[in-house]
């Protein structure tokens, strides 16, 4: 089992930065891969893809949406992920989830995930 906790979440306002952070502990070995994922507050939106990065951080994946804006990264020495947001817009406004898979593939799709952290609220004002 791999539990993930997500943190750094807020309110902030349009053109401004987050940084959101991951920390999995547990069986890490099995976070090979690991994703952020979000969902908008309005009804029937589905978890939405953002950014993805394998244990050797080479090619991380974004969406369209964020690239440019957000980066990935991840420090293995303490578990951990991180996904930067710079110049937010309202519409990022979401509870971004982080995920873990033991597979050694960039996973774009939610149901691929093996492990989820609980989210963790961004709302960004206009």
């Known amino acids: 089992q791999v539990r993930l906790v997500e943190s750094g979440g807020g309110l902030v306002q349009a053109v401004g930065s987050l940084r959101l952070s991951c920390a999995a502990s547990g069986r890490t070995s099995s976070s090979n891969v690991m994703g952020w994922f979000r969902q908008a507050p309005a009804p029937g939106k589905e978890r939405e893809f953002v950014?993805?990065?394998?244990?050797?951080?080479?090619?991380?994946y974004y969406a369209t949406s964020v690239k440019g804006r957000f980066t990935i990264s991840r420090d293995n020495a303490k578990n951990t992920v991180y996904l930067q947001m710079n110049d937010l817009k309202p519409e990022d406004t979401a509870v971004f989830y982080c995920?873990?898979?033991?597979?050694?593939?960039?996973?774009?799709?939610?149901?691929?995930?093996?492990?989820w952290g609980q989210g963790t609220q961004v709302t960004v004002s206009s």
């Open positions: 950014a993805a990065i394998t244990k050797t951080g080479g090619n991380p």
């Open positions: 995920a873990a898979d033991p597979s050694s593939l960039i996973l774009t799709r939610s149901v691929s995930y093996g492990y």
